[in-house]
C-alpha cells in the first residue's frame, strides 16, 4: 500500500505546467503572431508596389509603341501625361540610321528617405527611368 501512496504523490507533484511555463510559452506565441503580422504587412506592401510598377511600365510601353509606329525620322521631341505621370521622349537625328530615342519617365513614391528629424526629405520621392529606343529606316539606303 505504500508503494501505491508514494506513485500517487509524485504523480500529482507533475501534472500540469508551471506558471513560469506558461507565461514562457505565451510569450513566444506572442513574438511569432507579431512576426506573422509583420510579414503580411510587408507582403501587402510589396504587392500594392507591384500593380503600380506594372501599371507604370504598361504606361511608358504605350508612349514607346506610338512612337515606333510613326516610324523612322517621324517624330519629335515632346512630352505628356499618362495617368498622371510625367513621360518625356527625346528623338535624336534622322540623318543617321539607326534613331535614337529616349523615353524618360517619373515614378514616384521611391526612396523616400527620412532625416535624423524624422521628416520625408522630398527630393528622393520620385525615380526618373530612360528607355532607349533605335529605329532604323524600313529600307535601309532610303
Same mark, same amino acid.
Given at each position: 500500500?505504500?508503494?501505491?501512496?508514494?506513485?500517487?504523490?509524485?504523480?500529482?507533484? &507533475?501534472? =500540469?505546467?508551471? /506558471?513560469?511555463?506558461?507565461?514562457? =510559452?505565451?510569450?513566444?506565441?506572442?513574438?511569432?503572431?507579431?512576426?506573422?503580422?509583420?510579414?503580411?504587412?510587408?507582403?501587402? =506592401?510589396?504587392?500594392?508596389?507591384?500593380?503600380?510598377?506594372?501599371?507604370?511600365?504598361?504606361?511608358?510601353?504605350?508612349?514607346?509603341?506610338?512612337?515606333?509606329?510613326?516610324?523612322?525620322?517621324?517624330?519629335?521631341?515632346?512630352?505628356?501625361?499618362?495617368?498622371?505621370?510625367?513621360?518625356?521622349?527625346?528623338?535624336?537625328?534622322?540623318?543617321?540610321?539607326?534613331?535614337?530615342?529616349?523615353?524618360?519617365?517619373?515614378?514616384?513614391?521611391?526612396?523616400?528617405?527620412?532625416? &535624423?528629424?524624422?521628416?520625408?526629405?522630398?527630393?528622393?520621392?520620385?525615380?526618373?527611368?530612360?528607355?532607349? /529606343?533605335? /529605329?532604323?529606316?524600313?529600307?535601309?539606303?532610303?
Amino acid at each position: 500500500m505504500r508503494g501505491v501512496k508514494t506513485g500517487r504523490r509524485r504523480l500529482a507533484r &507533475q501534472r =500540469g505546467f508551471s /506558471l513560469i511555463e506558461v507565461m514562457i =510559452g505565451l510569450l513566444m506565441m506572442t513574438c511569432a503572431l507579431l512576426g506573422l503580422a509583420a510579414a503580411a504587412a510587408v507582403g501587402l =506592401g510589396q504587392t500594392s508596389r507591384s500593380r503600380q510598377d506594372s501599371q507604370y511600365w504598361s504606361d511608358a510601353q504605350r508612349i514607346a509603341d506610338s512612337l515606333i509606329m510613326r516610324g523612322f525620322n517621324a517624330s519629335t521631341s515632346s512630352s505628356t501625361s499618362v495617368n498622371g505621370r510625367p513621360i518625356k521622349w527625346i528623338v535624336g537625328s534622322g540623318a543617321s540610321a539607326p534613331q535614337l530615342i529616349q523615353v524618360v519617365v517619373w515614378r514616384t513614391g521611391y526612396q523616400k528617405k527620412r532625416s &535624423q528629424t524624422n521628416v520625408v526629405d522630398s527630393r528622393y520621392t520620385s525615380v526618373q527611368d530612360t528607355i532607349v /529606343l533605335y /529605329l532604323s529606316k524600313p529600307v535601309p539606303g532610303t
